[in-house]
């Protein structure tokens, strides 16, 4: 596979904006099979950008709403990023699940899935896949969406992702999909054929609070007991905020940390965002599944964390890449938008991880989002299980 990164910062004059990114393309041949996939500001016209790229490219283009890029200069917090993969041997194949709700969301994973497969010409070997963040009193974690797309694939297929973002007014995101645009949506992209990928995922939690509680009681993304009391209950007694209903944003640099068993024995640490809290019920929701059993502590997040964990990615992402010896050079992250607050705005400390260390034949392009697809290895066995993550850089090469 060969790929190339596209930007233009020209997003108001829109056929400007497309020219300054086919301009970039005029020494880079297509091949048989294409596909583009981007990554823009929540201000940018998709529908627009979309028409007049059709006019000049005739394979799937596809993307979403980012609250920051990341490219190989280093962070963008405007513009519009395209990622343009295309092969010979590569067969990609793009759809969209719309109007997603608690009650439907399985059933248009599922269909939206098999109506994608059925035009490759062999089973997916990945699955891309960007998503929205269901309000709160939906009940719907990024584990169940990831779930609902492993069991519709019908196989362990590895799904590499995430939710869609905006500049934390959590009203701006959107998926694109061809023609499409739409909020509360699953974007899924297929890949046939001769890919291999290769992943890493590094969460930023090195230090810890004095808080730990077996988890008694929850559903799904919801918690109602730490211990023999509520989970506001337990909140309250370690002096940490009660006083409102969304919390996202005063736990954004504290997150949980549980470890999840398998069924096989195997165990798999995941960081969990706490978004809301329901006073009448005492529970709190987060955007990630927290099991019966787990045990949760609070992680305390802090700029050299979050720096040297992407630091451990990069080196990990260039071991594996070595192993194919080179033949895997598209690059594709993704980092929880919570990072970029722990790094107060200043990006350079996740930039200068990879900065000067990228080869020329390498596309390299990344995103700030709600929340991260990824596979990642047990603790036991080695095996990977696709997973919803959040704080964490998440980094992909095929």
């Given at each position: 596979m060969d790929s190339i990164v596209l930007y233009t910062e020209?997003?108001?004059?829109?056929?400007?904006?497309?020219?300054?990114?086919?301009?970039q393309t005029w020494e880079f041949p297509l091949k048989k099979h294409s596909l583009a996939l981007i990554f823009a500001e929540e201000e940018t016209n998709f529908q627009?950008?979309?028409?007049?790229?059709?006019?000049?490219?005739?394979?799937?283009?596809?993307?979403?709403?980012?609250?920051?890029?990341?490219?190989?200069?280093?962070?963008?917090?405007?513009?519009?990023?395209?990622?343009?993969?295309?092969?010979?041997?590569?067969?990609?194949?793009?759809?969209?699940?719309?109007e997603m709700n608690a009650d439907n969301y399985n059933a248009k994973i599922a269909e939206t899935y098999?109506?994608?497969?059925?035009?490759?010409?062999?089973?997916?070997?990945?699955?891309?896949?960007?998503g929205s963040i269901f309000p709160p009193d939906q009940h719907v974690s990024g584990d169940d969406v990831v779930d609902?797309?492993?069991?519709?694939?019908?196989?362990?297929?590895?799904?590499?992702?995430?939710?869609?973002?905006?500049?934390?007014?959590?009203?701006?995101f959107r998926l694109l999909c061809n023609d499409e645009v739409e909020k509360y949506g699953q974007l899924?992209?297929?890949?046939?054929?001769?890919?291999?990928?290769k992943f890493v995922t590094i969460n930023s939690v090195e230090t810890r609070a004095n808080f730990s509680y077996e988890v008694t009681k929850s559903s799904h993304n919801e918690v109602s007991c730490l211990g023999n009391g509520t989970f506001l209950e337990a909140l309250e007694h370690e002096d940490m905020a009660v006083d409102k209903t969304d919390v996202l944003g005063d736990y954004l640099l504290s997150p949980f940390i549980l470890a999840?068993?398998?069924?096989?024995?195997?165990?798999?640490?995941?960081?969990?965002?706490?978004?809301?809290?329901?006073?009448?019920?005492?529970?709190?929701?987060?955007?990630?599944?927290?099991?019966?059993?787990?045990i949760l502590s609070v992680g305390l997040i802090g700029r050299a964390d979050v720096q040297k964990s992407v630091?451990?990615?990069?080196?990990?992402?260039?071991?594996?890449i070595r192993k194919t010896k080179g033949k895997n050079k598209t690059l594709l992250c993704t980092s929880c938008g919570a990072r970029f607050l722990a790094l107060a705005s200043d990006t350079r400390e996740e930039t200068d991880a990879y900065s000067g260390r990228l080869s020329e034949d390498m596309a390299f392009l990344g995103m700030y989002a709600y929340g991260e697809y990824c596979p990642v290895k047990g603790n036991k066995t080695g095996e990977y299980y696709n997973?919803?993550?959040?704080?964490?850089?998440?980094?992909?090469a095929i």
């Open positions: 020209e997003i108001d004059e829109v056929r400007e904006g497309v020219a300054e990114l086919l301009v627009e950008f979309r028409s007049i790229l059709a006019e000049h490219w005739d394979f799937p283009i596809v993307g979403c709403t980012a609250m920051g890029m990341l490219g190989r200069e280093g962070y963008y917090g405007i513009g519009v990023f395209v990622l343009l993969m295309t092969a010979d041997d590569c067969f990609f194949a793009a759809g969209m699940a719309r098999q109506s994608i497969a059925a035009t490759l010409p062999s089973p997916p070997k990945l699955i891309l896949s960007y609902a797309i492993s069991e519709a694939a019908g196989k362990n297929i590895p799904i590499f992702g995430g939710l869609a973002a905006d500049g934390f007014n959590f009203n701006g899924i992209i297929l890949i046939a054929g001769a890919v291999d990928p999840i068993n398998r069924d096989n024995g195997d165990s798999v640490e995941v960081v969990r965002n706490l978004s809301t809290l329901d006073h009448e019920k005492g529970s709190g929701i987060f955007l990630g599944a927290v099991p019966e059993g787990s630091w451990q990615a990069f080196d990990k992402i260039f071991d594996e997973m919803f993550h959040n704080f964490t850089f998440t980094i992909m």
